[in-house]
């Protein structure tokens, strides 16, 4: 087998652990990165693509694989402006999902997050459903959203609310169990993990997975 896979977002944390995993998997003998800027890896199964990611559709005729992982995030602290936010957080996963229904790509996977709600009265969690949305409008054939709680791990920037959140959920997570479950911090490894086994086993599974299956399926469960 000799697949080749997209990752966009492959800089960020998740998307970085994941590019890490497919690179090491004999599977794939391409992963096309689509990117702002270059990533200085060497691995000869990379092929990086750099441009604006905004105008994902000028990539059209080299968006071509059998997976597109879509890792893109941004947070408020970066990005203040929530026209631009939501043209990063909404609009390139769902030009992404676009390319893939255009190119007969059949496998979509994207990262969104707990609570997402194109109802919702919070911008964050409305973006996102509003992305989800876009993504199964496109009707590919399997499509997986994953929607993790908050997603701990190293960054290279320091994200000092994270970072609070983070220690914090540490302290929460033995008692949050059930229903609540769910909402347990997750790493960025286990997304990663997940993402990975679901492109080479594509398991039986919801298209929206909430963030306690994501930690079931990361180790085989």
């Given at each position: 087998m000799n697949k080749t896979a997209i990752i966009l977002?492959?800089?960020g944390l998740s998307g970085s652990l994941l590019l890490k995993k497919l690179?090491?998997?004999?599977?794939?003998?391409?992963?096309?990165?689509?990117?702002?800027?270059p990533t200085g890896n060497k691995s000869p199964k990379i092929q990086e693509f750099i441009g604006d990611m905004l105008q994902l559709e000028d990539f059209k005729k080299d968006f071509m694989a059998d997976e597109v992982f879509c890792c893109i995030g941004t947070t408020t602290a970066k990005t203040k402006d929530k026209a631009l936010y939501r043209a990063i957080d909404m609009g390139i996963?769902?030009?992404?999902a676009k390319l893939c229904a255009q190119n007969n790509i059949p496998v979509f996977m994207v990262i969104s997050?707990?609570?997402?709600?194109?109802?919702?009265?919070?911008?964050?969690?409305?973006?996102?459903g509003e992305m989800e949305g876009a993504v199964l409008s496109q009707q590919i054939p399997t499509v997986y959203i994953l929607r993790p709680s908050l997603i701990v791990g190293g960054r290279q920037e320091?994200?000092?609310?994270?970072?609070?959140?983070?220690?914090?959920?540490?302290?929460?997570?033995p008692f949050l169990f059930g229903r609540l479950?769910?909402?347990?911090?997750?790493?960025a490894n286990t997304i990663a993990s997940a993402m990975h086994r679901l492109a080479i086993t594509q398991l039986e599974v919801p298209t929206i997975i909430e963030s306690d299956r994501i930690a079931r399926i990361a180790v085989g469960d």
């Open positions: 977002g492959a800089t690179v090491d998997d004999d599977s794939y003998g391409t992963i096309k990165l689509f990117l702002r800027k996963p769902a030009a992404a997050a707990i609570g997402a709600n194109a109802n919702s009265n919070i911008f964050y969690n409305r973006t996102k320091n994200r000092v609310g994270e970072s609070m959140a983070a220690w914090l959920m540490k302290i929460l997570n479950k769910k909402y347990r911090s997750i790493k």
